[in-house]
Nanobody, 123 residues
Framework: QVQLVESGGGLVQTGGSLRLSCAAS????????MGWFRQAPGKEREFVAR????????YIANSVNGRFTISGDNSKNTVFLQMNSLKPEDTAVYYC????????????????WGQGTQVTVSS
């Protein structure tokens, strides 16, 4: 049974940093394309970042480029989202997702999802 468990969310002030973790079980993250998405109240789920199978390539959404980075630790079977210089508009529930073959900016292309972790940035 595949499980993706996000952690690391919380309340932070504008300009602060958080590091989200996505711990996987039932799959090997290096064999999947892994992505981070977010969803704010009343808004569509939005692509944030993704890393290719094997970790050779990363893709970052324009809205967070230069502030967020995605990485993986195969020894921990975990994917991370480092978020710096946070802004109030980054407030959302952040989700980790896994795609069996190719990653995408489109959430529907992913096969497995975590339950999400709340990130709140105060102004």
């Amino acid at each position: 049974q595949v499980q993706l468990v996000e952690s690391g969310g919380g309340l932070v002030q504008t300009g602060g940093s958080l590091r989200l973790s996505c711990a996987a079980s039932g799959l090997i993250v290096s064999n999947y394309a892994m992505g981070w998405f977010r969803q704010a109240p009343g808004k569509e789920r939005e692509f944030v970042a993704r890393i290719s199978r094997g970790g050779d390539s990363v893709y970052i959404a324009n809205s967070v480029n230069g502030r967020f980075t995605i990485s993986g630790d195969n020894s921990k079977n975990t994917v991370f989202l480092q978020m710096n210089s946070l802004k109030p508009e980054d407030t959302a529930v952040y989700y980790c997702a896994a795609a069996k073959f190719y990653g995408s900016d489109t959430w529907s292309r992913y096969d497995y999802w975590g339950q999400g972790t709340q990130v709140t940035v105060s102004s």
